[in-house]
């Protein structure tokens, strides 16, 4: 009986003590973000999707086209072409398409690029109203990107 | 059973739970038979998010499968991570340096923390509590910012390599970590304060949902599960992979068996989690985080190999069956909360229905991983 009427005065009064936690709150910084108001800033190792990464010197991409990032893809997101200019030395990207429908953002394609001629993105706002607009052709983007 | 609607009726009816129900946490789906309020039977119904993982395997090089393994077990990515890369190294025998095994500890227990956290909120708010889910993201949210700096994701995790891990962790991260246990250290009595002592939250918890020991043995429970029903089993303790040996860490085990044993061994891992970190912390060697001249290309010889590791709800293995190619022939996954859920229909039999919830709650279910 005794221990009936104990459990009902301490059972109240942990009830007290969680909602002296909560109202404290009432009283402290709001810690949420209004998001599309405000924004945080992306750290800098965040993965996006990936972008061609241009050459300072002849504004051209980084890419020597060896196929490694494709093959390298679990998801076969990658379709890249490359021809041999006339004249020239090495191979010289003219096709470099992304499906990011398919991709799962893992950057294995990253990691095996050794001229480091692919790099993630920050975009991560991305909405499209159609499939098609996640098929990104990445050389028009660089070119757009100055 | 209630005596009181046996007489009334004497018939029994199915109830759908799921597969759209905010209690099972995803898509699965549990078919009750009732009598009234009471469960009569209960059968999960699996398979609504099954994606192939295994198969997916069979067709992909050894290193592809790596952001799969983070897919499964979305809230426990890292260890699932772990997992896999140790089967791997072990089986190709790929040394890994040093440094990389323990930022391997540091960010899988961070992981383990935020699991455990998401459990806290998500099962409090089972039993009808909302506010503690939002005081768990709250520090939760802190180890996703830590994580994504260090990983560059915030839920499927693809970190670790073969040989090592993908980046090296920074000053920076370092700081925030030992900044982050401080202010968990802090919050811990508040939790308790908030929820472990709450007279409502003791009632709908203590000696509900009996599990036994011998229970967990028959359906291979393992996990906190186990370790609530007083089997002492964790496996970085007592099959230590990595280097979790040089830690100094307890496995805490309750010997009631109800679902207030299972909340609190979770409580107690993230304390414990907590003393890793700051041994892993303090002990991080200097030195590369990858091993140099790991081949791109791994072929494990011929054979079969078996690793496993604990994750946040029990012990993970794969088996891995390697004919000498660059792609598995066989990868068998063995997901610790399918053997979990797998004592519901036993153990929920004659409980009520919120009863029931609760005991599903506290066995901690993440469906993909059931599906795999």
Known sequence: MIDYFKEIISGTWSLFVGMAITIRYFFQPVVTVQYPHETLPMPPRFRGHIDLVKDEESGQSKCIVCGMCQKACPSGCITLAGEKPEGGKGKVLTKYILDFTKCSLCGLCVESCKPEAIAFSRDYNLAGLNRNDYVFDLIKRMEERN | MSAFAQSQTNETFVLNLGPQHPA??????????????????????????????????????????????????????????????????????????????????????????????????????????????????????????????????????????????????????????????????????????????????????????????????????????????????????????????????????????????RYMVRMDEIEQSMRIIEQAVAKLPDGPFMTPKVSKIVKPPKGDYYNAVETARGSFGIRLVSDGTNTPYRLKLRSPTFSNLSLFGEASRGMLLPDALALMGSLDLVIPEIDR
């Not at chain 2, 099954?50 to 077990?73: C, I, S, V």
Request: some cysteine; aromatic content about 12%; overall charge negative.
């Open chain 2, 24 to 261: 099972t946490h995803g898509v699965l789906r549990v078919k009750l038979v009732m009598d009234g309020e009471y469960v009569v039977e209960a059968e999960p119904v699996l398979g609504y998010i099954h994606r192939m993982h295994e198969k997916m395997g069979e067709n992909r090089t050894w290193a592809q499968f790596l952001p799969n393994t983070g897919r499964m077990d979305y809230l426990h990515a890292l260890a699932f991570n772990h997992g896999y890369v140790t089967a791997v190294e072990r089986a190709a025998g790929i040394e890994v340096a040093e440094r990389a095994e323990y930022i391997r500890v540091i960010t899988n227990e961070l992981n383990r923390i935020s699991s455990h956290l998401l459990w806290f909120g998500a099962f409090v708010l089972d039993l009808g509590g909302f506010s503690p889910l939002l005081y768990a993201f709250d520090d939760r949210e802190h180890i996703l910012d830590l994580l994504e700096s260090v990983t560059g994701s915030r839920l499927t995790y693809c970190y670790y390599r073969f040989g090592g891990v993908y980046n090296d962790i920074d000053d920076g991260f370092l700081a925030g970590t030992t900044a982050f246990i401080k202010r968990l250290r802090d919050r811990m009595p508040m939790y308790h304060n908030l929820v472990t002592k709450n007279i409502i939250m003791m009632k709908r918890l203590e000696g509900i949902g009996p599990v036994s020991a011998e229970m967990c043995r028959k359906y291979g429970a393992t996990g906190p599960v186990a370790r609530g029903s007083g089997i002492d089993f964790d496996l970085r303790k007592h099959e230590p992979y990595s280097v979790y040996s040089e830690f100094d860490f307890e496995v805490p085990v309750y010997t009631e068996c109800d679902s207030m044993a």
